[in-house]
């Protein structure tokens, strides 16, 4: 139950994940299908996270963490909440920059 080693522990992204969630993000730019708001969604990470790693990424993260979602992994529930892949895709870029 501990927290990954980071940066900023519990509020940031694990660094050693960066590179996963900005390729996974990328995936996801043009998918019509699965919106940003639906990546906290358990049905919908069970159902594509072999496709899309972005979700893989989140599967793992739900797998070994409890509690709410938004309390044990905070920034990615506020990346939740961005209108477009794109948008997260350059966040995140702009993010491992900054962190990494």
């Given at each position: 139950?501990?927290?990954p080693a980071g940066s900023q522990g519990v509020?940031?992204?694990?660094?050693y994940q960066f590179i996963a969630f900005i390729?996974?993000?990328s995936q996801l730019h043009m998918n019509p299908?699965?919106?940003?708001?639906?990546?906290?969604n358990e049905r919908i990470?069970?159902?594509f996270a072999e496709e899309y790693l972005f979700l893989g990424c989140i599967k793992f993260i739900m797998a070994v963490k409890t509690g709410p979602f938004a309390e044990h992994s905070n920034q990615l529930w506020n990346i939740?909440?961005?209108?477009?892949?794109t948008k997260i895709?350059?966040?995140?870029?702009k993010m491992y920059k900054a962190e990494v």
């Open positions: 139950k501990m927290e509020w940031s992204l694990d660094d390729w996974g993000s299908k699965i919106s940003p708001e639906l990546f906290t990470v069970d159902e939740s909440g961005v209108q477009s892949w895709n350059q966040g995140l870029f």
